[in-house]
């Protein structure tokens, strides 16, 4: 090789060279700017309460949730930030269930109508422990009281659509929207859980795989005339008396109502859970909904978030504005009692 072929081949190697490490240099240094850009822009520490856009006319919407006297207060809670969040042109018609809740409690949960007087109803419903095998439950007999839910078109006989909602709830925002879904022909609107993946085994056990989606009961929208024309409360104690260790009325309601449900929003049955554990493109494909790049946003536009496993009464609850979010309704319903 002659050293003239030599030393440009030396030229060019070296140019080469520059020219990546210049290229590292400033794409490390754009990293840097772009992290720098992204720490900036902090994310606000407390959720801020969206403002409703509230039609003029004046609508009912019934609303129905189970307590016994340990959940009085997360009940209220829920109530008091619904109430607090409403439109003043939306009629609240509640209707809460109770079981082995003390006059005092009664009182209380009553006393909610004096926080919007005019447009605020509240209704309690006592009941008895349902008489229902128990011992089917086994590990889940912490969710006992909940069992009230697979007879709401029996107890209530008096109107034909009502939002359930449990106890460990906050409402951020009117629920007009969400009691105006169309559930005519179904027996109920109810958004995806995700143990449904978290879960494949026991899915298909309850063939539910082939439904592709498991349902969290904790918020509904039940069409409870259709329940009533399906004889739907003989077909989910009938499941309770013929099978073992099902998660709850969860479980029972999952698969008796089988595929005639309408999915609604994870926006009306927000839970924290997944979205914290979970990626969140997948979940984006899973619920069907683009989802903010954020879950401080996914939170914070939600309509109800629900604090399904860890409560935010816990001590190590998280995220932490979450925890604030509830504890700040608490405290003004506390002040209340």
Known sequence: MSKKVFFSILVVLVVAIFSILSLFFINNKENKSLEKEIVSKKLPTAIRIQKN????????????????????????????????????????????????????????????????????????????????????????????????????????????????????????????????????????????????????????????????????????????????????????????KTNKDFYGDQDVLNVVMNDKLKLMSYRYNCISTFFEADDLNFLSSYFGEKLPKETFYIYENSTIIHYAGDKPWLDNYSPLYLKDLWFKYYNEVVALW
């Open 53 to 240: 856009n509230c039609p003029k006319n004046k609508e009912n919407i019934n609303i129905t949730l189970i307590t016994d006297s340990r959940y009085t207060l997360p009940t209220a809670v829920s109530m008091y930030s619904a109430i607090k969040n409403k439109c003043d042109t939306s009629i609240y018609n509640f209707y809460i269930i109770t079981e082995n809740t003390t006059p005092k409690d009664n009182d209380f949960l009553l006393s909610l109508k004096n926080l919007a007087p005019n447009s605020v109803n509240i209704n309690l419903v006592p009941r008895n422990e349902p008489d229902l095998p128990y011992e089917n439950m086994e590990r889940f007999l912490q969710y006992k009281v909940g069992m009230h839910k697979i007879y709401l078109s029996e107890i209530l006989n008096e109107i034909d659509k009502v939002i359930y909602m449990d106890g460990d709830t906050v409402v951020l925002k009117d629920l007009r929207n969400l009691f105006d879904i169309d559930v005519s022909n179904v027996y109920a609107a109810v958004a995806k859980d995700g143990i449904y993946y978290r879960f494949p085994k026991e899915m298909k056990e309850m063939g539910l795989d082939k439904r592709g989606y498991y349902f969290n009961s904790g918020v509904m929208l039940h069409n409870l005339a259709e329940q009533r024309k399906d004889n739907i409360v003989e077909k989910l104690v009938t499941y309770v």
